[in-house]
């Protein structure tokens, strides 16, 4: 699985980020602080916003041990840590950004309350109730075997912990003539309907299970960040070349699609173990 999610057009070329911080004067070792990676890392909608929303929403606090589920380049753990002062253990599967994501934290100086775990979440070791909040943006559609990782998540919580989750949910399947692109370019091995959604947190275990339709926000938010990106092209061109620029462009443009034309819908999770 970790070969084959480098389709998303998202996912190639995981040292981008540092032509970016190189762009602003930064040296490969260079201290860095949160709010400047802040501005590239947050591979989700609505950046740090959606960040303060789990904050808020779990209640999360300093004593706390929290648990993400696809890290990427470990945004959203370093701003979590650095809000709240909880420890974060940031899983990832892509080897690539999860060694970038390290490096990132020890120049941000949060190596204590960050701990960064290359891993396919299916296999990787986790203490039984170890965590007071589990959180994850954007990924858990990647998992295959829905049941099984909604297990793992409610039996990694302590009783009464939370899962703090955005993700996206099924609509409507494509088009038969793009049914191998949009497997391609999403990546949705666990893409289920809102009922089944539901119906599945409920039978992991989860006392309470709360949803949200992000749906219309999120058509919104990427159909306004094509327009951006479009408005940008020079700029990132002249940082990652015109190829770097096809692979993102493609990739905005398709979410954009997918969401505008209701094959995929987008959901917040707030679920009570």
């Not at 949160?34 to 808020?56: C, E, K, N, P, W």
């Not at 060694?99 to 296999?123: M, N, Y």
Request: aromatic letters at 10%; glycine letters at 10%.
């Amino acid at each position: 699985m970790t070969d084959a999610i480098k389709s998303m057009g998202l996912y190639p070329r995981a040292d981008r980020i540092l032509k970016d911080l190189s762009n602003l004067g930064y040296g490969a070792d260079d201290p860095v602080e949160v709010a400047v990676l802040s501005r590239f890392d947050q591979l989700h909608y609505h950046g740090t916003d959606a960040i303060d929303a789990a904050i808020s929403a779990c209640g999360i606090k300093a004593s706390d041990r929290v648990l993400e589920v696809g890290s990427g380049w470990g945004g959203c753990a370093r701003y979590l840590a650095q809000a709240t002062g909880a420890h974060v253990t940031a899983i990832e599967l892509q080897e690539d950004y999860n060694e970038i994501a390290a490096g990132l934290t020890a120049r941000a100086g949060l190596t204590d309350r960050v701990s960064h775990v290359q891993a396919d979440f299916l296999e990787v070791a986790l203490p039984d109730a170890g965590f007071d909040h589990v959180v994850s943006w954007l990924a858990l559609f990647h998992i295959p075997d829905r049941p099984a990782y909604l297990s793992r998540i409610a039996g990694a919580l302590k009783p009464g912990g939370h899962l703090f989750a955005e993700d996206l949910y099924h609509l409507k399947s494509p088009p038969d003539d793009e049914i191998a692109s949009f497997q391609a370019h999403l990546f949705p091995n666990s893409l289920v309907g809102w009922d089944t959604y539901q119906l599945g947190l409920e039978n992991a275990g989860f006392q309470t299970v709360e949803l949200t339709d992000m749906s219309e926000d999120w058509t919104r938010f990427t159909a306004n960040r094509l327009q951006v990106f479009h408005a940008s092209r020079d700029n990132y061109e002249a940082i990652h070349g015109p190829d770097g620029y096809a692979r993102i462009e493609g990739f905005y443009n398709r979410m954009s699609g997918y969401l505008a034309r209701g094959l995929v819908g987008g959901v917040q999770v707030l679920a009570t173990s």
